[in-house]
């Protein structure tokens, strides 16, 4: 029998692996290193940016013909499961994301889908920076950042073009042998006046998986295409308007609750349905990038939509449900740069949010309506600390399936700090309060006959308390993190209800570099509860998971003149052995180790063939945060077995 996995010993034996690396020479590969992406934002280095995450360079160009499990491999506090991407739910220190603000490229985003499949699918070959702000989120993060935020930024061109060139692109094929899985996407780009432009097609197709041990995994087949269109033009002074669109479709057949392998007992299902799922944004923007002093404004307005139809054939065929989630949102802010060091932001936002139940019998709707007014404030008074806090306003509409309307409004605080101990040592804290609002429900559950006279709009708790170390090519971190939410909203198809939710738990991380390669490491412990008492994953269900001890580690290394780059990562998850509330069973552990090769032959310029085994050992298991593990009756949907892939990608 395999003994029993231990993060904490992984995580030591990783950092003792680090430091015995001599250090070659003082040049560093940052590619696995999140340095590099902090440094792209303009406050990576303020206090509310103490316990963000960043998505790293290296992260972010392997994931990209692949799905958001493959973008956050790497970041412990962050978990994805679902294992197909219609399916896939993120939970950040354990917390569902439904309770963070998210935005990409500004425009907030639809956090609202039927209960069966993602909220927020996105294809990460879109996307140049991944920022995730965790529990105490600014002021300028948006409305209603219950749990904190995510910020997603898709590519330019610039990006995309080699300096001095006003054409170019890339090309990429995959394919994945477990699922006969092809995938292929273009990127085309150029430039010339000041006008930008930039295309970008993907397509990714091919059969059911198997599950470690060999299972076929039905429904489980890709089927997925991915578009985006950006234009923009930037003036000699720095004034840059840019107008952004993207979608992406996936329709096809899929398991029955498409996050669910199989539930015992209950009434006969068909074991798969069609899920025609389609997620898309746009937005249109303004700023000057080359503004400084005391008048320095951004706008951005935009939609994003959530269609989820299904085919519901046990009923009277031909018989589709419709759920269609929408928001139109605008934001007008302006940052007063005070000195190099601090700056005050300021700004009002605004947002329409409506969802949309309907079928052959009828439909059912609600909205809400908010403004919020807002002010953060990042200050570094004296040499070693840094201060930021804001408060922001918010005055919600809310309508109901019934017509019945309220309206709510609140304030919300946030303050954070960070102190040099010592050249090498900061010590942080964050603290804040947030008007949750009322959110709007999952569509697939709407009833016209709710009862709202007893709903009551939300309000969270955040703190977090960490450190930072870093001395020469390590780097060390972590935080204790508790959030709590007061009158979140939930209930079934019976009847609304409120719940107080709370997620509390540890994370802790590991940076090394040394010459041509790098190691991230970091493991997360959350512990979640509802109503005071230790949650099951139904209990828990939009508001968060049980999750336990998550880990993760990644590794690369390029030989000194050498085309190849070797690298690896391990994704684990300790035995979950606490039984909560109506759950029936423990959530057994498991660790998986995926290798990767990379070669940059000198013979074809810009060509990098990259060859991968995922699940090296074929493990069979369920990703932590994938619905159902807590349950003898519930078979998890399994991640694949054993993958081998081949990724070739041509810049041009």
Same mark, same amino acid.
């Given at each position: 029998?395999?003994? @029993?996995? #231990?993060?904490?010993?992984?995580?030591?034996?990783?950092?003792?692996?680090?430091?015995?690396?001599?250090?070659?020479?003082?040049? !560093?590969?940052?590619?696995?290193?999140?340095? !590099?992406?902090?440094?792209?934002?303009?406050?990576?280095?303020?206090?509310?940016?103490?316990?963000?995450?960043?998505? %790293?360079?290296?992260?972010?160009?392997?994931?990209?013909?692949?799905?958001?499990?493959?973008?956050?491999?790497?970041?412990?506090?962050?978990?994805?499961?679902?294992?197909?991407?219609?399916?896939?739910?993120?939970?950040?220190?354990?917390?569902?994301?439904?309770?963070?603000?998210?935005?990409?490229?500004?425009?907030?985003?639809?956090?609202?889908?039927?209960?069966?499949?993602?909220?927020?699918?996105?294809?990460?070959?879109?996307?140049?920076?991944?920022?995730?702000?965790?529990?105490?989120?600014?002021?300028?993060?948006?409305?209603?950042?219950?749990?904190?935020?995510?910020?997603?930024?898709?590519?330019?061109?610039?990006?995309?073009?080699?300096?001095?060139?006003?054409?170019?692109?890339?090309?990429?094929?995959?394919?994945?042998?477990?699922?006969?899985?092809?995938?292929?996407?273009?990127?085309?780009?150029?430039?010339?006046?000041?006008?930008?432009?930039?295309?970008?097609?993907?397509?990714?197709?091919?059969?059911?998986?198997?599950?470690?041990? $060999?299972?076929?995994?039905?429904?489980?087949?890709?089927?997925?295409?991915?578009?985006?269109?950006?234009?923009?033009?930037? &003036?000699?002074?720095?004034?840059?308007?840019?107008?952004?669109?993207?979608?992406?479709?996936?329709?096809?057949?899929?398991?029955?609750?498409?996050?669910?392998?199989?539930?015992?007992?209950?009434?006969?299902?068909?074991?798969?349905?069609?899920?025609?799922? #389609?997620?898309?944004?746009?937005?249109?923007?303004?700023?000057?990038?080359? %503004? $400084?002093?005391?008048?320095? @404004?951004?706008?951005?307005?935009?939609?994003?939509?959530?269609?989820?139809?299904?085919?519901?054939?046990?009923?009277?065929?031909?018989?589709?449900?419709?759920?269609?989630?929408?928001?139109?949102?605008?934001?007008?802010?302006?940052?007063?740069?005070?000195?190099?060091?601090?700056?005050? !932001?300021?700004?009002?936002?605004?947002?329409?949010?409506?969802? &949309?139940?309907?079928?052959?019998?009828?439909?059912?709707?609600?909205?809400?309506?908010?403004?919020?007014?807002?002010?953060?404030?990042?200050?570094?008074?004296?040499?070693?600390?840094?201060?930021?806090?804001?408060?922001?306003?918010?005055?919600?509409?809310?309508?109901?399936?019934?017509?019945?309307?309220?309206?709510?409004?609140?304030?919300?605080?946030?303050?954070?700090?960070?102190?040099?101990?010592?050249?090498?040592?900061?010590?942080?804290?964050?603290?804040?309060?947030?008007?949750?609002?009322?959110?709007?429900?999952?569509?697939?559950?709407?009833?016209?006959?709710?009862?709202?006279? !007893?709903?009551? @709009?939300?309000?969270?708790?955040?703190?977090?308390?960490?450190?930072?170390?870093?001395?020469?090519?390590?780097?060390?971190?972590?935080?204790?993190?508790? &959030?709590?939410?007061?009158?979140?909203?939930?209930?079934?198809?019976?009847?609304?209800?409120?719940?107080?939710?709370?997620?509390?738990?540890?994370?802790?991380?590991?940076?090394?570099?040394?010459?041509?390669?790098?190691?991230?490491?970091?493991?997360?412990?959350?512990?979640?509860?509802?109503?005071?008492?230790?949650?099951?994953?139904?209990?828990?269900?939009?508001? $968060? %998971?049980?999750?336990?001890?998550?880990?993760?580690?990644?590794?690369?290394?390029?030989?000194?003149?050498?085309?190849?780059?070797?690298?690896?990562?391990?994704?684990?998850?300790?035995?979950?052995?606490?039984?909560?509330?109506?759950?029936?069973?423990?959530?057994? $552990?498991?660790?998986?180790?995926?290798?990767?090769?990379?070669?940059?032959?000198?013979?074809?310029?810009?060509?990098?063939?990259?060859?991968?085994? %995922?699940?090296?050992?074929?493990?069979?298991?369920?990703?932590?945060?994938?619905?159902?593990?807590?349950?003898?009756?519930?078979?998890?949907?399994?991640?694949?077995?054993? &993958?081998?892939?081949?990724?070739?990608?041509?810049?041009?």
């Amino acid at each position: 029998m395999a003994a @029993p996995f #231990t993060p904490r010993l992984i995580l030591v034996a990783g950092a003792a692996a680090a430091l015995a690396l001599p250090a070659l020479a003082q040049e !560093t590969v940052v590619l696995l290193d999140p340095i !590099t992406l902090r440094a792209l934002d303009a406050d990576g280095s303020a206090a509310d940016r103490g316990a963000s995450q960043y998505v %790293a360079a290296a992260e972010l160009e392997r994931a990209r013909m692949g799905d958001l499990k493959d973008l956050f491999t790497g970041i412990a506090s962050v978990s994805v499961g679902g294992a197909i991407p219609v399916a896939q739910k993120i939970f950040i220190n354990g917390v569902d994301m439904l309770n963070l603000s998210v935005t990409v490229d500004g425009v907030e985003q639809n956090n609202r889908a039927f209960h069966h499949v993602s909220a927020n699918a996105i294809d990460p070959g879109l996307l140049k920076f991944v920022r995730v702000d965790a529990g105490v989120a600014a002021a300028d993060a948006g409305p209603h950042a219950v749990a904190g935020a995510v910020v997603m930024e898709t590519v330019d061109a610039a990006d995309i073009l080699e300096d001095g060139r006003s054409f170019g692109g890339n090309v990429r094929l995959s394919y994945g042998d477990n699922g006969r899985t092809f995938g292929r996407a273009a990127t085309l780009a150029g430039q010339m006046g000041g006008f930008e432009w930039l295309g970008y097609l993907k397509s990714a197709t091919g059969d059911d998986y198997q599950a470690g041990g $060999g299972q076929t995994i039905r429904g489980s087949a890709a089927d997925l295409q991915s578009v985006l269109l950006k234009l923009a033009h930037e &003036t000699p002074g720095g004034h840059r308007i840019e107008l952004s669109g993207q979608r992406l479709r996936d329709d096809t057949l899929r398991p029955y609750r498409a996050n669910i392998g199989h539930i015992e007992g209950g009434a006969p299902l068909p074991e798969l349905r069609r899920y025609d799922t #389609t997620r898309s944004s746009w937005s249109l923007s303004y700023e000057n990038t080359q %503004a $400084g002093g005391l008048w320095d @404004p951004r706008f951005v307005i935009g939609r994003s939509e959530s269609r989820v139809h299904v085919d519901q054939p046990t009923v009277m065929p031909p018989y589709v449900s419709k759920g269609d989630s929408d928001t139109f949102s605008a934001k007008l802010e302006n940052r007063f740069h005070l000195s190099d060091a601090n700056s005050v !932001t300021a700004g009002i936002d605004w947002y329409d949010r409506s969802s &949309t139940y309907s079928d052959p019998f009828g439909g059912l709707d609600e909205n809400a309506r908010n403004i919020g007014l807002y002010a953060q404030a990042r200050l570094e008074p004296v040499e070693r600390l840094d201060l930021s806090f804001g408060l922001r306003w918010d005055r919600q509409d809310f309508t109901g399936t019934s017509g019945w309307k309220d309206t709510n409004s609140g304030f919300s605080g946030n303050a954070s700090l960070a102190y040099g101990l010592t050249d090498a040592l900061v010590l942080r804290a964050g603290a804040s309060t947030v008007f949750g609002g009322i959110a709007i429900e999952d569509n697939y559950i709407f009833n016209g006959a709710w009862d709202y006279d !007893t709903l009551r @709009p939300a309000r969270a708790r955040n703190y977090t308390l960490g450190f930072d170390y870093e001395a020469g090519d390590l780097r060390l971190d972590g935080e204790l993190f508790l &959030t709590q939410v007061d009158n979140a909203r939930g209930g079934t198809y019976r009847g609304i209800e409120n719940f107080d939710f709370e997620s509390r738990g540890y994370n802790l991380g590991l940076g090394y570099g040394w010459n041509g390669g790098y190691l991230r490491a970091s493991i997360s412990d959350s512990r979640v509860s509802v109503n005071g008492n230790p949650a099951s994953s139904y209990e828990a269900l939009d508001f $968060g %998971a049980p999750l336990g001890r998550v880990f993760s580690i990644e590794a690369q290394h390029t030989p000194q003149g050498s085309a190849f780059t070797y690298g690896g990562s391990i994704e684990a998850a300790a035995k979950y052995d606490r039984i909560e509330g109506d759950s029936d069973r423990t959530i057994p $552990g498991y660790a998986v180790l995926n290798l990767f090769a990379e070669y940059a032959p000198e013979q074809v310029e810009a060509l990098v063939l990259r060859a991968e085994v %995922a699940n090296l050992f074929d493990k069979d298991y369920a990703d932590r945060a994938t619905y159902g593990g807590d349950y003898a009756t519930v078979t998890p949907l399994r991640e694949p077995g054993r &993958t081998f892939s081949l990724v070739a990608t041509k810049r041009f």
